[in-house]
């Protein structure tokens, strides 16, 4: 088929690196344009845009989807189908209505569920058992399209966004590949979505980052594991210089009980407002690496009693 693929991020490259080799004709890639970043802040292409320089794509940056020359532009591409997979623009109007198939996006959620921006953060930071990726037909409304295909990737204790990222672009990969050649063959079927369970992925923000002791433990928990890799759930202690922050990437329900915020034992279990969690991994600001919370508390001489803030 020919295909204009829309996508930025690391999720996206999987996908377009399928559609590639499954021989789609790609007349174009659309992403995001190079952003400064690192020590020099030099401009970066995306992980997308890094891609199809790699496989001799063509790649259109543009800043605005809305004006007339953007939708001309598009539609010059005459393309079966549009694939899009987090880009990160709004879509007008226009731009849907253009390839004759329509446009087909990959959302890291189980519909509805976790419509919006954030699906695979929001759904670790619930608790979720489960979720997902699937493939949808876009329509004007955030995330309210009919679902054609989807595949379910379950949440296990411990896992973390990160974790679930990883999962779900393969996952991804795979079920647009199926969706295309579906399409093709004219047995590609949608179901419109459920009202009922919406539940809306608002963007991630830096003030939800602080760790709230006071919390249950699974609560706790599920902050943490949800915000890591990125941004990261902290806490901050004082280790003989002043309070330091400390990121925790990994966590678990621990059995145990006190003042929400103490550290109960050496194996870095601390006090929630219910019950305990254990602290599985830790990054101390200005460092590098990670380490376990065992290492970390043994490595900064924190003891039990220590109040974490």
């Not at 590639?20 to 952003?35: C, F, M, N, Q």
Request: a neutral charge; hydrophobic letters at 45%; glycine letters at 12%.
């Amino acid at each position: 088929m020919r295909v204009v693929f829309m996508g930025t991020p690391d999720f996206a490259v999987p996908t377009l690196a399928r559609l590639s080799e499954d021989g789609h004709a790609i007349a174009a890639v659309y992403t995001r344009a190079p952003a400064k970043a690192g020590r020099g802040m030099a401009l970066r292409p995306s992980p997308v845009h890094a891609l199809a320089d790699r496989l001799g794509l063509p790649v259109l940056t543009p800043s605005t989807l809305k004006d007339a020359e953007a939708a001309e532009t598009f539609a010059r591409h005459r393309a079966d189908v549009a694939v899009v997979v987090a880009y990160g623009m709004l879509l007008p109007q226009a731009i849907l209505d253009a390839p004759r198939h329509g446009c087909l996006n990959l959302h890291g959620s189980l519909l509805p569920r976790w419509r919006g921006a954030a699906p695979i953060h929001r759904a670790v930071m619930a608790g979720d058992g489960m979720s997902g990726v699937g493939v949808m037909r876009m329509e004007a409304g955030l995330d309210t399209g009919p679902v054609a295909l989807e595949a379910r990737i379950p949440i296990r204790p411990g896992m973390t966004t990160g974790d679930l990222h990883d999962a779900l672009m393969p996952a991804g990969a795979d079920l647009m590949a199926q969706a295309l050649q579906e399409l093709d063959a004219g047995t590609l079927t949608f179901r419109p979505q459920d009202e009922d369970g919406v539940l809306y992925a608002r963007k991630i923000t830096n003030d939800e980052a602080r760790i709230d002791w006071n919390r249950d433990a699974a609560a706790v928990a599920a902050q943490i594991n949800g915000l890591s890799p990125f941004p990261g759930a902290y806490f901050e202690v004082d280790l003989g210089k002043g309070a330091e922050r400390v990121k925790v990437l990994r966590a678990l329900p621990a059995t145990g009980s006190g003042v929400a915020g103490t550290l109960l034992d050496a194996d870095a279990t601390v006090a929630c407002g219910s019950g305990a969690v254990r602290i599985l991994e830790v990054r101390r600001a200005g460092k590098g690496g990670s380490a376990s919370g065992a290492e970390f508390l043994r490595g900064a001489r924190v003891v039990a009693g220590a109040r974490f803030q």
